[in-house]
Nanobody, 124 residues
Framework: QVQLVESGGGLVQTGGSLRLSCAAS????????MGWFRQAPGKEREFVAA????????NHADSVKGRFTISRDNAKNTVDLQMNSLKPEDTAVYYC?????????????????WGQGTQVTVSS
């Protein structure tokens, strides 16, 4: 099992940047596909980005492509989400998720482990 703890959320103006980080416990972090999802009030949880075990393959949602970048450091057991050019519609609670083995997927139900979430608010 792995336990996930997000950090780095906050309030930022339109066009600003934030870097979210997810710290994972456990010795098998490098066997997990990691993803970031977000959920805005009244909306379903949606895929943001995912990264393969070794970091060689990434997938970003069309809505964030070119603005957000997912990365991981298996030596530090962390996965980060660099968010640039933020927009008000990026406002949501952001969740880190882990899926042991398997490939990258955008479906939240296929991730077994979740963090508690971190709030990102982008003011207009």
């Amino acid at each position: 099992q792995v336990q996930l703890v997000e950090s780095g959320g906050g309030l930022v103006q339109t066009g600003g940047s934030l870097r979210l980080s997810c710290a994972a416990s456990g010795r098998t972090f490098s066997t997990y596909v990691m993803g970031w999802f977000r959920q805005a009030p009244g909306k379903e949880r949606e895929f943001v980005a995912a990264i393969s075990w070794r970091g060689g393959i990434t997938n970003h949602a069309d809505s964030v492509k070119g603005r957000f970048t997912i990365s991981r450091d298996n030596a530090k057991n962390t996965v980060d989400l660099q968010m640039n050019s933020l927009k008000p519609e990026d406002t949501a609670v952001y969740y880190c998720a882990g899926r042991q083995f398997g490939g990258i997927t955008t479906t939240p139900e296929q991730y077994s482990y979740w963090g508690q979430g971190t709030q990102v608010t982008v003011s207009s």
